[in-house]
């Protein structure tokens, strides 16, 4: 079990060990209406007495009262304890989940808080009831011997028979359901992302192709979960028979016992009631399967997604850097085992701007992406100021590094927000947020742009930035970047979207950044981009070509394409 998950069950003992506390009162209550049944048979009846009725009469709705009000008092502490438990573990999954690199994620971890909500709610289901309720089956069949060993025999032949139709349960819907709730993660995980992509769908004419596609998906989720469902229904139909037709042989047993003499008549109805609740939680376990294998899985799912995620570990806070950067055999690999990057090594100096450039596919975005932070090498090193990237603290590194992905993904929330990196949920100054998010504007060129739109820097975005053309969307990803003035700032083709006037503001604010000391690395597709650099790495096949100043590597590519022979003209022999 990890460590956070323990941790924060321990935190919810209290409320755990209160609501089997109260189970224990609650099935000794349930005792009273069976001593009820035998007081009126046995005393009232045979003598007639109505004030006896009365106090007994008295007694169960006293009992029955009290039951009822410890019943809603497990239940609610069952809810808080689901509170308890979502104060305690969400952070940690919001954090293991949004801190872990794109690279080598797994699915689980985009459903991680689907299935936590489905653990919590299982834990205030009726399965936990049951599972409360389970301890006290040994205790009504001590009872059931107690009235006659005949009823106790015919109780502990029924648990019996109602367990091992819990097993079967157990064998045969175990792997349809989780392979139907896999099927249905990725239906419902497909169709979230094509309903963001709504409007590229409507515009290249996908809407009928993406709906029977996800109708395809339905369709296998469905069949899954309809055999999964069939399997199961006809075990727990089988239980219920099973426990009904054994509460109602009770009754028969009992009469022939009490014809017989050996049992009171009163204890013919106690002997029905004891069976039936001896077998009730086996039987509502049953009943409640499909919800204790998916929490279940959700169980394992979470101790998965955590255990990976690794302890926090409080690193030594280290000194703003100056932005010298050192990459030593540099390896990342794909989930599917391919090498994106391999052997990569170089050096960066403070201050220093260099251009990466390329054929598609080489691994340029993968190179900028690890070098921020956002993709863990399978090996090799990035070391920031001589500090090995993996002893800094996450979060402190990037504050000082500005990265700006190639697709510029920005957040439902204002303007301001974005460029801020959402500092003011942090509870951070606002008048020194505003200050500083005007600012990285104006350095990136965008403090114009903004303010001509309707809300200024106010303006609410939608999912995914949506409000902003892909140009403005470009400039204030980039003045996201330069928020609060980084040591290092890491663009990938940041002028992808720009006509001419944006590209000169962006350089500019390159050559802004490069005067004030900022280490730039950016990937670049244009040559306009080349009179602010410095240094220039090409990279193929995941490897570094050529790399050094831009002079001499731009003199080998014009001597190497010299000294390469003509391609030979078609058609010609």
Not at 11 to 23: D, E, G, K, L, P
Not at 35 to 49: F, H, K, N
Not at 229 to 253: E, I, N
Not at 560 to 566: E, G
């Given at each position: ?11 919810c ?12 009162l ?15 048979y046995?005393r ?5 007495g109505?004030t006896?009725l ?13 039951m009822?009000a410890?019943?809603t008092?497990?239940?609610r502490?069952?809810?808080r ?24 994620r ?14 919590r709610?299982?834990?205030?289901g009726p399965a ?9 089956v040994?205790i ?5 011997f107690l ?16 367990i ?19 099927a ?13 992509a ?5 515009a ?9 596609g ?33 509460q109602?042989?009770?009754l028969g047993v009992?009469?022939l ?28 376990m049953?009943?409640?399967w ?49 090498p ?5 090594s170089?050096?960066?100096k ?13 691994g ?5 992406r ?14 920031i100021?001589?500090?090995d990237?993996?002893n ?6 990037a ?23 959402f ?51 470009q ?20 002028n ?8 000169q ?12 000391g ?9 040559m ?9 790495m090409?990279?193929q ?6 790399y050094g ?21 078609p058609?010609?022999?």
């Amino acid at each position: 079990m990890n460590e956070a998950i323990r941790t924060a069950l321990q935190a919810c003992r209290r409320h755990f060990t209160s609501a089997i506390v109260f189970s224990a009162l609650v099935n000794l209550l349930f005792i009273v209406p069976m001593l009820y049944m035998l007081q009126v048979y046995e005393r009232v009846v045979p003598t007639r007495g109505h004030t006896t009725l009365y106090m007994l009469t008295l007694v169960l709705l006293v009992g029955l009262v009290t039951m009822a009000a410890l019943d809603t008092l497990r239940s609610r502490l069952l809810v808080r304890a689901g509170v308890r438990l979502d104060a305690q573990l969400a952070k940690i999954i919001l954090q293991s989940t949004l801190g872990r690199p794109s690279q080598g994620r797994q699915r689980n971890a985009l459903q991680a808080m689907r299935e936590f909500d489905t653990l919590r709610q299982a834990m205030t289901g009726p399965a936990i009831l049951a599972a409360l309720d389970a301890p006290w089956v040994p205790i009504y069949v001590l009872i059931a011997f107690l009235v006659s060993p005949w009823i106790g025999v015919l109780a502990v032949v029924g648990a019996i028979l109602v367990i091992l139709l819990a097993i079967r349960n157990e064998q045969v819907t175990r792997a349809r359901l989780q392979e139907a709730n896999q099927a249905a993660g990725l239906t419902y995980s497909d169709f979230e992302t094509a309903v963001s992509a709504g409007d590229v769908v409507r515009a290249l004419g996908m809407r009928d192709a993406m709906v029977s596609g996800h109708l395809a998906q339905r369709s296998h989720m469905m069949r899954l979960q309809t055999e999964a469902s069939l399997a199961a229904s006809g075990v727990t139909a089988t239980s219920k028979f099973v426990r009904q037709f054994l509460q109602s042989l009770a009754l028969g047993v009992g009469a022939l016992l009490a014809i017989d003499g050996l049992i009171s008549p009163g204890a013919i109805f106690a002997s029905m009631f004891i069976v039936g609740r001896a077998l009730a939680p086996i039987d509502q376990m049953v009943g409640n399967w499909r919800g204790i294998i998916q929490a279940r899985g959700a169980w394992n799912t979470l101790n998965e997604l955590l255990n990976q995620a690794g302890p926090d570990i409080a690193l030594t806070q280290l000194p703003r850097p100056q932005g010298q950067i050192e990459v030593e055999d540099l390896h990342v690999i794909s989930e599917d085992g391919q090498p994106i990057l391999q052997n990569i090594s170089f050096t960066v100096k403070p201050g220093q701007v260099i251009a990466i450039v390329g054929p598609s596919g080489a691994g340029k975005s993968t190179l900028v992406r690890a070098l921020a932070g956002a993709v863990v090498p399978n090996h090799g090193a990035i070391r920031i100021d001589g500090a090995d990237q993996r002893n800094w603290d996450p979060q402190r590194l990037a504050e000082h590094v500005g990265f700006m992905p190639q697709e510029s993904t920005l957040f439902r929330g204002s303007i301001k927000e974005n460029i801020a990196r959402f500092r003011n949920r942090l509870g951070e100054d606002p008048a020194q947020i505003d200050t500083d998010a005007i600012a990285a504007a104006q350095v990136a060129g965008a403090h114009d742009l903004i303010q001509r739109l309707p809300g200024g820097y106010d303006q609410q975005l939608g999912l995914g930035g949506r409000g902003l053309s892909a140009g403005q969307m470009q400039r204030v990803a980039l003045a996201r970047a330069l928020f609060r003035g980084p040591s290092v700032l890491i663009l990938d083709e940041p002028n992808s979207n720009l006509d001419a006037d944006g590209e000169q503001e962006l350089l500019q604010c390159l050559h802004q950044c490069k005067t004030r000391g900022t280490t730039i690395l950016l990937v670049a597709h244009r040559m306009s981009m080349m009179p602010i650099v410095d240094g220039l790495m090409i990279v193929q096949d995941g490897r570094i070509a050529a790399y050094g100043p831009k002079h001499e590597v731009m003199q080998k590519i014009g001597a190497q394409k010299a000294m390469s022979p003509p391609s030979p003209t078609p058609g010609v022999a």
